[in-house]
């Protein structure tokens, strides 16, 4: 395929393809392809679902590399001394940073308690009563979404500031991308407008009544926000001769330190990342609707990838290796 015909291809699309808005792919730190859909432009942003976890192990690593948190096997009750632990709960003390960062935590009830959550007042600490648990410490896999907002309760406890400022000053503006603002409180009916609008938005992160922002979902980004990250991590925490993460830690976070099951595709899990295959250098960032950061480091490419709400879309990757990379070859060739 050539652009024109992938862009025809998605334009037509009837399946899985038909709500991508935006593509973005980096080679070589070139820019290698730059497409859009649904009256997107490339520099539109879009609520990239859990890729915004992906962005939390990243403001993790540089937490820890400047020290505001000791180790990942720190616990996380360190950060929380004024919470009160409810009565009889004892799992509580042992859950570390890396239970967190792998999806290992355990957390009490069957399911995720989003109503409880974002209708309180301070989500973190509404999400810490629902860590712990009878069981213990299991290792088992657990995918939280509302897990990842202790992370940013730790972080901003840790370096003293909000999160997104955090980010801000530490990942995105050193990138050269657009700082974040935060989304500001809202209704129930505002939340949900924020999962289904299939409008371009802000460079905006939801955000609780605190200005703490949700870090599992919610981070606002375009495509090529998405390939500049891929490229960090390509270039080992180097961008543009900058150090903005340390080698140490990507290597750490993108490690296999999960087995993932038949209903995450077998693949590996890192810290808040997944390496699709166990025997190639590929890794991902991955949202729902099809929202990814693609880095493959045997072709030195990084691809960013933006949809609007489409539940269960789980092909991006072979998508991105079956028809974004064969264009970009072509395009290059």
Known sequence: MNKEQLHKYISESTGNESNICQIYAIKDGNTAYDDCWHGFKTLDAMNVNSVTKG??????????????????????MDFFPDYSVKRGEKTIYDVTIRHLLTMTAPYKGKSEPWKKV???QDWT??????L?????????????TLGIQILAGIIERAAKEKCIDFANKNLFEPLGLPERMPHGDSSKEDQFDFFMNKNPRKYEWYSDPQGSVTAGWGLCMSAKDMAVIG??????GLYNGKRIISKEYLQDM????????ER?????????WYKPYDDREVYAAIGDSGNIIYVNKETNVSVGMTGTFKPRIF???EFIEQKVLPTIANMNG
């Not at 600490?125 to 629902?130: E, K, N, R, S, T």
């Not at 490229?231 to 080992?236: A, K, M, N």
């Not at 995450?264 to 810290?271: A, D, K, L, R, V």
């Open 264 to 272: 995450f595709g077998f693949m590996n899990y890192g810290y808040l």
């Open 132 to 144: 712990g648990g009878r069981s213990g410490i299991t290792g088992e896999f657990r995918y939280a």
């Open 315 to 317: 092909d991006r990757v």
């Open 55 to 76: 962005i939390m192990g990243l403001l993790a690593g540089i937490a820890l590399d400047k020290g505001f948190i000791r180790s990942v096997d720190q616990k996380v």
């Open 125 to 130: 600490l509404a999400v810490l009563d629902y």
């Open 231 to 236: 490229t960090l991590v390509l270039g080992e």
């Open 118 to 120: 974002c209708t309180s």
């Open 254 to 261: 993108l490690s296999p330190h999960v087995k993932l099951g």
